[in-house]
């Protein structure tokens, strides 16, 4: 089994950054993608980032591209986000999830899933 566990949230202004991490572990992790999903309180959980675990391709939400980097450290089973030039409309909880298919990066392609970590964004 693979357990995912977040860290790096916390609380932020308009305009900083917060580098967000996902350590994994497990006997085996070979997952097909790695990603990011959000979930703000009465809104249902989207799609933030996702990369290529066996390579290096990377997918953002239209909502996040320019400001947002996703990367990666096989060696050390650890997915990050960087973000930058973070907005209040970021507030959300943050999910780190492992899985997916080629051609399948949605919510119900990641079968592995971390407990989320909290950023919040003030004015």
């Known amino acids: 089994q693979v357990q995912l566990v977040e860290s790096g949230g916390g609380l932020v202004q308009a305009g900083g950054s917060l580098r967000l991490s996902c350590a994994a572990s497990?006997?085996?992790?070979?997952?097909?993608?790695m990603g990011w999903f959000r979930q703000a309180p009465g809104k249902e959980r989207e799609f933030v980032a996702a990369?290529?675990?066996?390579?290096?391709?990377?997918y953002y939400s239209e909502f996040v591209k320019g400001r947002f980097t996703i990367s990666k450290n096989n060696a050390r089973n650890t997915l990050y986000l960087q973000m930058n030039s973070l907005k209040p409309e970021d507030t959300a909880a943050y999910y780190c999830?492992?899985?997916?298919?080629?051609?399948?990066?949605?919510?119900?392609?990641?079968?592995?899933w971390g407990l989320g970590t909290q950023v919040t964004v003030s004015s």
């Open positions: 999830a492992a899985g997916g298919k080629r051609n399948g990066l949605t919510q119900r392609d990641f079968n592995y």
């Open positions: 990369i290529i675990w066996g390579g290096y391709s990377t």
């Open positions: 497990g006997r085996t992790f070979s997952p097909y993608a």
